[in-house]
């Protein structure tokens, strides 16, 4: 949820206190009233609903083809529907399982509240991020830029002040990093500072810097890629710091964007975190980095999206459960939802933006070794709580909040950027050990025990909470993000993620391996640029930056 931009090491280092091990837990929590709420996706995963399909057998009627079609409503699969549509190709079609597009992206509404789902934030992208900035402006969220070249960003989606704060020892600091112990603590943090800057400002040898965003704009250098072979637990034992406060600092970046510990994130995605942006304060003059957030979190990218592409192009609670390339054609196999029908369509191209481990079961003729890459792929369950509050909390300040001995990631207050009137948190749960048994739990226990749980972590915190809150609602992701493990980026299952077959294209952030908004978008891009070249239709790329095929 939160970034080292907002991060002033200096100024909120402090002597003295001891510093605390996360240790991952809570005591347990103790018996309270039921709350009233639900688990919206509360039924089976409706993925797994393609497992009842046999064969081509299955379908009945053929609908009329069209050009282009996308599989995925996330991000990615928006993105490669805009760029589509902003090509010319009105004869397309979006499918997206759910019964509200998103994906991990989605917001919620309650009462006229509205709140985030999943992905809440984004930043202003760095320099080279041209196809980032070319949506953005599309939709409308840069305006334009100044004479630096800076974005200027429209009113409403800058993060309001105060940003973020961190209860650590029994009180709120503003700020996410608590006491450094010792000179020796402070010094590494110093250290650790020191050797991110130099990252952000490194090139390669191919000019690239060494941490782009988009990743595959990042320097090919042996010596930055190597870093995806190690943990980034592994490099800071390489460089000596371990100083439990930045090992937590660390740790908590980890989770927060990647739902796993630094010993379990490649080296090259935990260092891109703090690179790939210019987070540091000695840069701040330089570029901006500052954080974009609306109500609805990345909710509202969606929507803007969607109502580009047009909803008369989008067909939700529909599974593609089938898809084969015959000869000029892509065959898809439909199953309508909201009523069981089967139906078959045929396109000239297709863009699968869904969860890539799901592609093995519908894709027909996938080589084994990429339908092995793509099931090999390690995601993190997490659980999300929109806790509703009768009146604000009585510490309510700030946007992110953030439980230093916690199994969570922390909160945001979604209505921070609206009326400020704190009544809609969005806690954050992500599940780092023992995936398996973490995702068969997640979806096996009901409301009120994982109601227990959070409340029990909160309370610390917030001692009234008990007493304010009126509902809390939850979501269950049980393949929320792909994990950037070591050896997941640049290796041999990277490229094969990414290759095509045939005419058929695969987007998501999956396909990259880092789970972020604006590699979802990038990886979206690029598919749509592919399958318009499959098919003959010149366009002008979104994508200046990507000279070669990394």
Not at 375 to 387: D, F, K
Not at 478 to 483: K, N, S
């Amino acid at each position: 949820m939160s970034r080292l931009s907002r991060r002033r090491f200096l100024g909120l280092l402090a002597a003295g206190g001891g510093a605390m091990a996360w240790g991952g837990c809570r005591p347990e929590p103790v018996p309270q009233p039921t709350v009233p709420g639900r688990i919206v996706n509360a039924g089976p995963p409706r993925g797994h609903m393609m497992r009842e399909i046999t064969g081509w057998s299955d379908f009945g009627r053929e609908l009329p083809s069209c050009e282009l079609a996308v599989v995925g409503g996330g991000i990615s699969g928006l993105a490669a529907a805009w760029k589509l549509r902003r090509s010319g190709i009105d004869r397309l079609l979006l499918f997206d399982l759910e019964d509200a597009l998103g994906g991990t992206s989605r917001s919620g509404e309650r009462a006229g509240l509205v709140f985030p789902w999943g992905a809440h934030y984004i930043h202003i992208p760095p320099r080279e991020a041209d196809c980032i900035h070319e949506i953005l402006s599309d939709l409308g969220i840069i305006e334009g830029y100044d004479r630096d070249e800076a974005p200027i960003i429209s009113p409403g989606a800058l993060l309001r002040w105060p940003h973020e704060r961190l209860f650590h020892r029994g009180r709120w600091t503003e700020g996410l990093l608590p006491f450094a112990t010792s000179t020796t603590g402070r010094e590494e943090v110093y250290r650790f500072e020191d050797a991110m800057l130099r990252w952000t400002l490194y090139r390669g040898r191919d000019g690239r810097r060494a941490f782009a965003m988009p990743l595959h704009y990042s320097t090919a250098d042996g010596k930055v890629r190597a870093l995806d072979r190690i943990s980034m637990a592994d490099y800071m034992d390489g460089e000596g710091w371990h100083t439990p406060v930045l090992r937590w600092l660390v740790d908590h970046a980890c989770r927060d964007d990647y739902g796993s510990r630094a010993d379990q994130v490649s080296a090259w995605a935990g260092i891109h975190y703090y690179a790939c942006r210019y987070y540091d304060y000695r840069l701040q003059d330089q570029y901006p980095s500052h954080t974009l957030t609306w109500s609805g979190g990345n909710g509202y990218l969606v929507a803007k999206l969607a109502d580009y592409v047009g909803r008369d192009n989008i067909m939700a609670n529909t599974l593609v459960a089938k898809a084969e390339v015959e000869g000029e054609w892509v065959r898809l196999g439909l199953l309508d939802l909201t009523n069981g029908d089967k139906v078959m369509l045929r396109v000239r191209a297709l863009v699968y933006a869904g969860k890539l481990h799901t592609a093995p079961h519908v894709v027909v003729g996938m080589a084994s070794e990429q339908a092995a890459a793509m099931r090999s792929i390690s995601y993190s369950p997490w659980l999300v709580a929109a806790i509703f509050l009768k009146e604000p909390l009585a510490e309510y300040t700030t946007w992110d909040n953030v439980l230093y001995d916690s199994p969570s990631v922390g909160y945001v207050v979604a209505d921070h950027q609206s009326d400020g009137s704190g009544r809609v948190l969005v806690y954050y749960w992500p599940f780092t050990d023992d995936l398996e048994a973490s995702r068969r739990r997640l979806l096996r226990e009901g409301h009120q025990y994982w109601v227990s749980h959070i409340l029990a972590d909160l309370h610390p915190a917030h001692p009234d909470i008990y007493d304010k809150v009126e509902r809390i609602d939850l979501y269950r992701w049980g393949h929320g993000m792909p994990r950037p493990v070591p050896g997941s980026l640049w290796g041999a299952a990277a490229q094969l993620r990414r290759r095509p077959l045939e005419r058929i294209f695969f987007a998501s952030c999956d396909a990259s391996g880092l789970p972020l908004c604006e590699e979802a978008v990038y990886s979206g891009i690029r598919a749509a640029e592919d399958a318009l070249e499959c098919i003959g239709y010149p366009c002008a790329t979104s994508l200046a930056g990507l000279a070669h095929d990394a």
